[in-house]
């Protein structure tokens, strides 16, 4: 069944990434979240107490909370709500991840010097142990690791290789 209010809320803009996911458990909570958007007044009204009477009354829940949501953007919405103890979080776009100073400060986006394109930002590895740390690199370019596979992977000699090289085959 739909605990209510858990749900993802439009915000300002109104993109197709403008959201705020909620998802709170406990009546603290959920009056730490009436509180944030203005609506203190049903704070012990039983109507929205308990869990099963507030899915009684989903729509008008999520309507009441949209109202506030779709009037900030959804940082702004995130901000709020998790100041106040109510867990949330905006919806990432590809944008917001590649940029999100957090991310960038744990090491789960990363920035590399790429040899055609120069620097960027893209996933780290999100494995993050002390004592086996890892480089990450962009991928090699279109045959630069050739004679690397061949001799390493292959076996093939200098000589091997460059008879490939003569012939055209790499």
């Not at 893209?122 to 690791?145: C, F, H, K, V, W």
């Amino acid at each position: 069944p739909q605990l209510v209010p858990i749900d993802l809320y439009p915000c300002a803009p109104g993109g197709p990434n403008d959201y705020v996911y909620i998802f709170l458990t406990t009546t603290e909570m959920w009056n730490a979240l009436l509180r944030c958007i203005g609506r203190g007044d049903l704070v012990g009204d039983p109507r929205y107490t308990e869990i099963p009477e507030r899915n009684k009354h989903r729509e008008t829940i999520v309507e009441m909370i949209a109202a506030w949501t779709r009037r900030r953007d959804k940082w702004e919405a995130m901000h709020t709500l998790a100041k106040a103890g109510v867990p949330c979080s905006a919806v990432f776009d590809t944008a917001d991840v590649i940029n999100d100073p957090h991310l960038h400060e744990r090491g789960m986006i990363v920035d590399v010097d790429h040899p055609r394109s120069g620097p960027m930002r893209m996933p780290g590895n999100p494995l993050q142990l002390s004592d086996s740390p890892t480089e990450i690199r962009p991928a090699p370019l279109l045959g630069e690791a050739t004679e690397e596979i061949l001799s390493r992977f292959l076996g093939m000699g200098e000589a091997d290789v460059a008879a490939l090289r003569d012939r055209g085959v790499v």
